[in-house]
């Protein structure tokens, strides 16, 4: 099998971080062994609009997985959008604000469509129901046009084409994202080494995988080479469950509200950790398993993201770093 260096470099980093340690606790592990990490595997997602054709279901992965970042807010209200007559939040408002738009007639997914959306288009896309808008929306305008670009001048603006060239991997298909698109290029520096954490081109070829049932555009034959997604929630969600522990200065910052620059050594350090704990419990979880059963990092992350996100309430006391990026 192909091995992953950016996941045996961040096991070797990890060895010497000074702001949090990992401690991968049994009831961690029984929880997590009792969960059927497998459910929905090949289905639809809830707001995926309805009657899309394949290629139509790879533009629509690729647009929210394109605009996966930053859905934090510094105040207590978030972004927030109404759609069928339900309330979301956050990344989730994201989408049924993408969903909303579609059942609107408004073609969001599709490459040529929001290569050439104005400023004004695409904010009233993103509409919230609140007075917090969508973080960072110059940006996302920014990327969407690029993305759209780059797609037309390299990929004939078929996102089919982008995946089909990877040929069933993920290892090659997350090197044709960070190479193409600048803003799926998410790499730090830690003590001097290259770190490639990839959170949003490692997410768009498990969500591929994922969707289609890893058959078809969706097989790859070494999706247990990607890593957890290294975001702000997981994270979060690994203190509260006893995972991960930051030290009292960390703490300190965090609960205060302050922000971590990119790249700094805190937010390399919570994310790098992250992986590193996920990779233990796969490891551990893997060895349970029946054998010929496949436990990958993105089913650990996929059910992190949704315990966090079911949890929330619980987990206040357990602050999210917060870092202003287009990375995650």
Known sequence: KRRCRARDLIHKLTRTVHYLCIRVNNSVFQQLQSVPLHSGFGARDALEPLGLDDNAVLEWIFLVDTMNFCFWSDEPTLFTVEYREQTWTGYRAMVAAFAKAVEAGIPVYRPAYFREATYNQLSSIFASTTHVTIPLLNERVKILH????????RFSGSVKQLVAAARGSVQKLIGLLTQNFSSYCDVAYYKG??????????????????????????????????????DYRVPQ????????????ELSRRLRAGGHLPVGSEEEVEIRGCSIAAV??????????????QLVTSAQIDFYLWNFAKTHSNEMEDYPIHRTLTVFY
């Not at 203190?239 to 030290?247: A, T, W």
């Open 146 to 153: 690029e993305t759209g670009r780059v797609l037309d001048e």
């Open 193 to 230: 080494r290259q770190v490639h954490f990839l959170k949003r081109a490692q997410i768009f070829a498990a969500d591929v995988w994922s969707r289609f049932g890893g058959k078809g555009i969706g097989e790859f034959d070494d999706i247990d080479s990607i890593t957890m997604f290294a």
């Open 237 to 248: 969600c690994l203190c509260y469950l006893g995972v991960l522990e930051y030290s009292p």
């Open 279 to 292: 990779e233990r419990i796969r490891s551990l979880l893997s060895a349970k398993s029946p054998r010929g």
